[in-house]
């Protein structure tokens, strides 16, 4: 086989280990951004019911307050009530106390009801900060030993990066600049052995014309379907 077919395989062997550390580091990177959304979505989560019990509290405090005003103002008019002098006064003191008894039995029971769902609320922060605090360890650990990954796999990345440059130099500088080319194209492949007449770069059926003059190795075939350098083995 010619020698610039050698190199080529060779070279095509050394980015197809980049494109694949390329590829390892993408997914541990995507794993990173999940775990941080996961981590934010929680920490929300808490937030926000801190700031709903935050609220209920306020509520619960003036609810209080009017409860007070209210059973202040029902002593006064039970007062009163002992001293009228007219049908018409008691009647009228009778009415109004009657409203502000309702008026107390309904901010008692809506206070009572806040404060079983404060409760609840109460619990469910201190599930959530419990659940946050394991989830922010977990994740620290997870993204060092992520990053750990990623730092190893870029290593051998650049290592073979490195090998592909100094062995590219070796090209004729027409096939070298044809061979970046298509490497630098989506899929990352400038040569592909031919199987049975077909190139298997992109699984089209070439001439056997050219897939006899490929086998016989003595000269720089490319594709007649994709434009890729290939080769064949005997
Ligand atoms: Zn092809």
């Known amino acids: 086989m010619k020698a610039e077919i050698e190199t080529m395989i060779e070279l095509q062997g050394y980015w197809d280990e980049v494109l694949k550390a ?64 007219t049908e018409r006064e008691l009647a009228a003191v009778t009415g109004e106390l009657d409203l ?16 079983d769902t404060l409760d609840e609320r109460e619990k469910a922060l201190e599930a959530a900060s419990r659940e946050l605090q394991e989830s922010q360890v977990q994740v620290a ?12 796999f870029d290593a051998v990345r650049k290592e073979k990066e490195e090998r592909f440059h100094t062995l ?6 027409s096939v070298k600049s044809k061979f970046l080319r298509l490497i630098q194209s989506k899929e ?3 040569i592909g052995e031919v199987r049975d007449e077909i190139c298997t770069s992109c699984n089209f059926r070439i001439p ?9 190795g003595a000269t720089v ?8 350098f290939i080769f064949s083995r005997s």
């Open 100 to 115: 502000l008894y309702k008026t107390r039995d309904t901010v008692e029971d809506e206070s009572l009801a806040l404060m």
């Open 22 to 85: 390329l590829n390892e580091i993408e997914r541990r990177q995507r794993s990173i951004a999940f775990w941080g959304d996961s981590l934010r979505e929680k920490e929300a989560n808490e937030a926000s019911l801190k700031e709903m019990i935050k609220q209920g509290k306020g509520t619960l405090m003036s609810m209080e307050l009017r409860l007070n005003e209210t059973e202040s103002k029902i002593k006064k008019l039970e007062e009163r009530k002992k001293t009228v002098q």
């Open 168 to 173: 590219s130099e070796k090209l004729p500088v």
């Open 188 to 190: 990352g492949r400038a």
């Open 221 to 228: 075939c490319v594709c007649t379907n994709c434009g890729r």
């Open 208 to 216: 056997p014309s050219l897939a006899q003059e490929s086998l016989r």
């Open 141 to 152: 650990s997870d993204i060092e030993s992520l990053q750990r990954e990623i730092a190893s």
